[in-house]
């Protein structure tokens, strides 16, 4: 028996039972949206159900919604399915205040980079990450760059010299 | 049958013309200078220091068809300890900028740097919180060549331009005031 989306939603919502689990297929791609201190709970889940065995985290990473209050970073973990080739989207609503997230890397040991890119990136605090530093920018960088909270153009820069080419 | 030598004979083999001098019989003088210049600028060891495309347009330039050995570069040193031209070609990411200028470091004196392409420039298109706006930011640069990539002729005629600095350059140059001033300002001893 394939394994179906409903199947998948009549599971999750037998054993958590929460009104905040919600579900969504936008493109036909199953989106399950929790709380954010649920995220460990369901990932193990999801993992440990025979009928569901969503054994490879395919990313982790994050969406800024900058006008939403109290839930600006969005934590989104791609699972799926190898063995029925079925795929699986989370999301999780943190405030940009206190983005705490539990790491998943005691589940997923390939979370590890996922999780330090994504808190290079967004800066998502996961709580419980072995070694939360940034992995593919420079060491020194201050600031959290694919957050939208910057102008596109800064015109107090100093690193651009139009001396050259010019814009 | 005797088999006329159809290589390497002197109409094949171009020859640099000599330096001005006094010559007499068995002897010619001529400056130190000169000498030394002149063989710098035919004999470039260049550094191919390539990160994307415009290093794509940079192998073109070392195959067949564009041949740079033709200009006394014939072989890439991808020591730096060995090499004189460090062609940077591509995007610099700033992560990648203590890397370049360790590379430059290692590199003994007389050193020349060329910057191919806008990226190496200029940071070109990529302008971002993430790309290095130029390897002049962290090495001095003697030549720049415009492109997005260059083409081949292009990256030939910043090489021709480096081998005319090359060959004027003072012998003192490298100890003399200014250029002690130019290393100082990128922090290089």
């Known amino acids: 028996m394939a394994l179906t989306h409903e199947h998948i939603i009549r599971l999750l919502q037998e054993k958590f039972a929460d009104p905040q689990l919600t579900f969504e297929e936008p493109y036909g791609l199953l989106t399950v949206t929790a709380p954010a201190e649920m995220n460990l709970k369901l990932l193990q889940f999801l993992h440990d159900e025979a009928s569901l065995q969503f054994r490879f985290l395919t990313d982790i990473t994050a969406v800024h919604y900058p006008d939403r209050k109290g839930e600006e970073l969005c934590v989104v973990y791609h699972l799926h399915n190898l063995k029925e080739n079925v795929r699986l989207r989370m999301k999780i609503y943190v405030p940009v205040e206190k983005p705490d997230v539990f790491t998943a890397t005691k589940l997923f040991a ?3 980079w996922m999780e330090r890119e994504t808190y290079d990136f967004f800066g998502i605090n996961f709580v419980g990450h072995p070694d ?9 960088m201050d600031y959290f760059p694919m957050r939208k ?12 010299d139009d001396e050259m080419f010019g814009r | 049958m005797p088999r006329p030598v159809q290589y390497n004979t002197n109409e094949k083999v171009k020859l640099v013309d000599m330096p001005e001098g006094y010559m007499g019989e068995g002897f010619m003088a001529t400056s130190f200078e ?3 210049g002149l063989a710098r600028k035919n004999s470039l060891w260049p550094l191919p220091f390539a990160t994307s495309c415009c290093g794509i347009e940079f ?19 991808f020591t730096p300890r060995q090499c004189d031209m460090l062609l940077v070609a591509g995007t610099i990411a700033k992560k990648m900028a203590p890397i370049l200028r360790q590379v430059y470091l290692q590199m003994a004196e007389p050193r020349w740097v ?36 260059p083409r ?12 005319e600095l090359v060959e004027n350059e003072s012998l003192r140059r490298r100890h003399s005031e200014p250029y002690k001033q130019l290393m100082a300002s990128y922090g290089i001893q």
């Open chain 2, 152 to 163: 081949p002729e292009g990256i030939l005629d910043g090489i021709l331009k480096l081998q």
């Open chain 2, 59 to 77: 192998m073109a330039t070392m195959g067949a068809n564009y041949d740079l050995a033709r200009f006394g570069s014939e072989r890439m040193g």
């Open chain 1, 110 to 112: 390939g979370a590890n």
């Open chain 1, 132 to 140: 939360l530093r940034r992995i593919l920018n420079v060491d020194e």
């Open chain 2, 114 to 149: 060329i910057a191919i392409g806008a990226c190496a420039s200029s940071g070109g298109i990529f302008d971002s919180y993430s790309v290095l706006q130029g390897i002049d930011q962290v090495i001095p640069v003697d030549v720049y060549v415009p492109g997005c990539p």
């Open chain 1, 149 to 160: 909270e910057y102008t596109l153009e800064d015109p107090t820069r100093t690193d651009k």
């Open chain 2, 34 to 36: 000169k000498v030394v």
